[in-house]
């Protein structure tokens, strides 16, 4: 049953145009906008760890400039993958993309390393925070700016300019960052990124661990760093309520597959997101018997 | 009375920093990649031997430029095979792969150089020193080519001290020592980063051999330094470089002084008979040490949030 589907359905993206443009499809939002304003771009791309366990499945997405893009799905579905696949952090984990062609701002990028794409502005903010410890907060920002070259001047003046997003890091700026608050090793991780004047963010689980009212401000300062320094952000969450709300546009990951895709705004009116992401259901609640019907429409789907 | 004591804590102290130096190669690898590199001695060996031998060839020192270029090459070397196959591993397995290169590194060290004892002639001042010689009988003794090493150390300790605080590339390798992957997440390059820092240890490793082994003659023991270095990273913390310093300078009087003043305790106490305090004394102190100030007297504090 499934493979008809999926067959009408490549031949379908392959042509112009879609006769449901604006319900949620399976195409990628490049087709419809021109490559010209795509930052970040995945064609097909498979991951394998340890050369063995197959991760990522063919996953396509695209992130057009200026926009913030969510990358949704529950533990395990492949956000994680999928952000250091880009990053080209992978390869510290022992996995490897075998398949398909990551392209930022129009360049194949998968050959380079870490420190080469935040070199060219493409820097992810790690799941967990991952904050330098025994470094003050101040000495984390400095770290961000190693890539940089062009002179101490410029560096203070970005510091200060992350301050101002982030102004409990000024009042913290001398503590040692491993005894900071988890909102505020957040924010610090957010601000080291930014330091390396990304063009793009690669957001790894802002929400994880957080209170729902740091939560709401960190999304609020990203969504502020989105619209006022024209920062692209691919954002990975579970928090499918928060990110939906803040992002243009989303992905929703199962299984190292995109099974759904589309305007935020259409995601977070679509019934199946909305019951098995938002644990928003029609009605009254329905049993587990409608995870099988689920399950079946998940593999069309697929 | 006093005269000799003074005399026997001057002798300490400088032999304190001898352990220092040492000491210093494990701290800077140890702070850079949190590894602890069980091989340091070794390189001290290889260094001196490198030294040595080059140096029945060349002046001292061409020699010693080439001792650099070896040990950069070395450094090259076991970033190439070893480390930058173990990133992002567990801080036990890359001390296990330290000890493999230990092993490789004792047998090819007499491979290349040859297994006998060999000199190492850096020209310096034999006659020992006397001073205050008014204040005590006699004057107070002291070695000149240790007052030497003391003061080569120093320098290399505010050197590196500056250059892990202040610059760019020493924030950087404190970021790596604290979480491998986040520095590669913000573009920090670790493959350069730890060549650069088993470069600084192997230079470092070399300023020892050459003092230990102006000292006692360049052979194999010359690698058994190593484990004098150990206490003095306990008692000093293992991320400090200062620490390293007070540390080694903390051992070498001490264990002098157990000796002198101690001793005589012990035997006319107990009966013993007396002496071999300098051998244990060091652990013993690094064993208290342990018990109460686990992270060492400047190591970074065991951050845990609850």
């Known amino acids: 049953m499934s493979a008809p589907v999926g067959t009408v359905d490549k031949t379908e993206a392959a042509a112009t145009p879609p006769p449901h443009a604006s319900a949620p499809s399976r195409r990628s939002r490049a087709d419809g906008i021109g490559a010209a304003s795509v930052i970040l771009a995945l064609n097909n ?24 893009v969510a990358l949704l799905g529950a533990n395990g579905a492949g956000k994680s993958t999928t952000l250091k696949a ?90 040692i960052a491993g005894y900071t608050s988890g909102g505020e090793q957040q924010m610090c991780a957010i601000g080291r990124a930014l330091m390396s004047r990304p063009k793009m963010i690669l957001l790894d689980e802002p929400s994880m661990g957080l209170a729902p009212q740091i939560v709401e401000e960190i999304f609020g300062i990203v969504k502020n760093l989105n619209v006022k320094e024209g920062v692209s952000f691919l954002l990975a969450e579970q928090n499918t309520n928060m990110a939906l709300r803040y992002a243009s546009y989303g992905y929703i990951l199962e299984n190292g597959r995109v099974v759904l895709d589309g305007e935020a705004s259409a995601l977070s009116e ?25 399950k079946r429409r998940k593999r069309w789907l697929a | 009375m006093l005269g000799p004591i003074l005399e026997t804590l001057i002798g300490g102290l400088l032999t304190g920093v001898l352990y220092s130096l040492v000491a210093l190669g494990f701290v800077l690898i140890f702070k850079a990649s949190g590894v602890f590199n069980f091989a340091q001695g070794v390189m001290v060996l290889f260094a001196a031997l490198s030294v040595a031998r080059l140096s029945e060839f060349f002046p001292m020192p061409i020699a010693i430029a080439l001792a650099v270029v070896v ?69 107070l003794l002291i070695d000149p080519s240790e007052l030497i090493a003391a003061l080569i150390c120093a320098i290399m300790v505010v050197a590196l001290a500056i250059f892990f605080q202040v610059t760019r590339v020493g924030r950087a390798l ?10 590669q997440s913000v573009g920090i390059p670790l493959n350069q980063i730890w060549l650069m820092v088993w470069a600084v240890a192997g230079i470092v490793a070399l300023v020892a051999g050459m003092m230990w082994g102006a000292k006692l003659g360049v052979q194999f023991s010359l690698s058994l330094v190593a484990l004098k270095a150990l206490p003095v990273l306990i008692l000093g913390g293992f991320t400090s ?29 107990f009966d013993l008979a007396g002496g071999g305090i300098e051998n244990w004394f060091a652990y013993v102190l690094a064993l208290m040490f342990l018990l109460v100030r686990p992270q060492g007297l400047f190591g970074e504090k065991i951050i845990e949030r609850v």
């Open chain 1, 86 to 175: 880009i990053s080209n952090l992978l390869r510290a984990e022992r996995g490897e993309v075998t398949k398909g062609s990551i392209l930022f701002e129009g360049d194949e990028v998968h050959s380079l390393t870490a420190n080469d794409l935040v070199k060219r502005g493409c820097i992810q903010v790690m799941e967990g925070r991952h904050c330098f410890a025994h470094l003050t907060i101040e000495e984390n920002l400095l770290t961000g700016a190693y890539t940089r070259r062009d002179g101490n001047a410029a560096i203070k003046r970005d510091i200060e300019n992350v301050y101002t997003y982030f102004p409990r890091l000024r009042e913290r700026r001398t503590s």
């Open chain 2, 174 to 183: 404190r970021a790596v020592a604290d979480d491998h992957q986040a520095a």
């Open chain 2, 241 to 269: 470089i200062p620490g390293a310093i007070v540390g080694g300078l903390i051992i070498g009087a001490g264990e002098k002084l157990a000796e002198v003043v101690l001793g005589p305790v012990l035997i006319r106490m």
């Open chain 2, 71 to 139: 040990m950069i090459a070395l450094a090259y070397a076991i970033e190439f095979l070893v480390l930058r196959r173990l990133v992002n591993q567990e801080g036990i397995i890359l001390f296990m792969a330290t000890l493999g290169v230990t092993y490789f590194l004792e047998g090819f060290g007499q491979t290349v150089w040859g297994s006998d004892i060999y000199k190492i002639d850096l020209g310096m001042p034999k006659n020992p020193i006397f001073v205050l010689e008014s204040v005590f009988p006699g004057g």
């Open chain 1, 270 to 294: 679509n019934e199946d997101v909305k019951e098995f992401y938002l644990g928003v259901a029609e009605g009254k609640r329905k049993s587990f018997r409608d995870l099988k019907h689920y």
């Open chain 1, 45 to 68: 791309i498979e991951v394998v760890y340890n050369h063995v366990i197959l991760v990522l499945k063919g996953v396509s997405l695209s992130v057009p400039k200026g926009h913030i």
